[in-house]
């Protein structure tokens, strides 16, 4: 058998976010975030949970350092609470939060882990929703700000910044569907909010580029969830081809290319664009972040097949891993392989059990090897990608399904905030070290 070995340097690890860890909601000055007030409306949570205590990271990011050192981990994406930050959004900075990233960054350093640092994992602090949150274009400057205070703070230990993280999901389930904070059902707001999100992150970059050096990057993280044909045949491909994409064509496309299609401005109706807007929101990344778990299958008689699948997960979303080659081939050709690429999160939520004290997860390691597989053949192909964060260290609070879904290769006892690594955790520091598919 070859080995499927990976370019020298690749960058393995694991990925999380604030709201779903951390806990101490309302520790050492932290503010209330959205989705603090969002878990309370009734109904909104499957179990009725919230991220108040979570995985106790807040008191146990050290025991969580220690277990990605163990694993061989080199790498690790973490989101920073903007109102532990700035617990009213904006002005008065909170020592005692920031000071919690600064120790963080320290002993991830200290462990020989690169942080790559996200700064907006979806807990805006509750009084800038109060002033309309991301509906109002003042949101990109108040995010800037807020980038700025983080980068002059860390800027000296960390290199690699992510601005938003799958704003797609800030927008649309946050302010169309209903499903995450603040929890609004309006197509309008959804588009202003999407707007606002992408300028936001353009001036953001130029916020952190000031605040930084020479050595610092940034870049954005999206979620894909590319259109495949269903068959090989013709007239799938071009179905698949012509199918609309909004998280392709509403996000990476103008953040690539600097305009909105014709498909997008109709419907951007009613969301002012100004002049320059679009030169903000396209400006120079150092590279983009991938979120990958799933594919459309798209068929010219069927339209989008969803029954087809093999497997299934937790979540209920197919497993199809060429979508991930997919997509990677189509931002790689979008951008003439000038972009590098990270996988910033790719995973699996199976119901998992202990047994004799392990966690025999063989459909999560089966799920990752085979997005590696597909990894690798995409890097085969030209493309520059350059690390693979799974998703995600431990088990956490999954948003609207709480605790019920489970990510993580490090089973988390929530009774006892216990760690078990789980036999896909082995494998993924198996595959660091050797560096390849396993
Ligand atoms: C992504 C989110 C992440 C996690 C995974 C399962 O959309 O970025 O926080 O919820 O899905």
Known sequence: MTQLTFPENFLWGTATSSYQIEGAAREDGRGPSIWDDFCRLKDAIQDGSDGSVACDHYHRYREDVALMKALGLKAYRFSIAWPRVLPAGRGAVNPKGIGFYDRLVDELLAAGIRPFVTLYHWDLPSALNAQGGWTNRDSAGWFADYATVVVKALGDRVKDWITLNEPWCSAYLGYEFGMHA??????????????????????????????????????????????????????????????????????????????????????????????????????????????????????????????????????????????????????????????????????????????????????RVAYLRAHFTQAHRAIQDGVDLRGYFVWSLIDNFEWSFGYQQFFGIVRVEYATQARIIKDSGYYLRDVATANAVL
């Open 182 to 363: 603040p929890g609004y059902q309006d197509q309008a707001l959804a588009s202003k909010a999407a707007h606002h999100l992408l300028l936001a992150h353009g001036t953001a970059l130029q916020a952190i580029r000031a605040a930084g050096d020479a050595n610092t990057r940034v870049g954005i993280t999206l979620n894909f969830e590319p259109n495949l044909p269903a068959s090989e045949s013709e007239e799938d491909r071009r179905a698949a081809a012509e199918a609309f994409d909004l998280l392709y064509e509403g996000f990476a496309e103008p953040i690539l290319t600097g305009a909105y299609n014709e498909r997008i401005l109709a419907r951007m109706a009613g969301v002012e664009i100004r002049p320059g807007d679009m030169a903000i929101i396209a400006g120079r990344n150092d590279f983009m972040g991938v979120n990958y778990y799933s594919a459309k299958l798209i068929s010219a008689q069927r339209g989008a097949v969803y029954d087809d699948d093999p497997e299934f997960t937790r979540m209920g979303w197919a497993v199809r891993p060429a979508g991930l080659y997919a997509i990677l081939m189509q931002l790689h050709r979008a951008t003439r392989g000038r972009l590098p690429l990270y996988v910033t999160e790719n995973g699996a939520s199976f119901a998992d059990q202990v047994v004799d004290g392990r966690v025999h997860d063989e459909r």
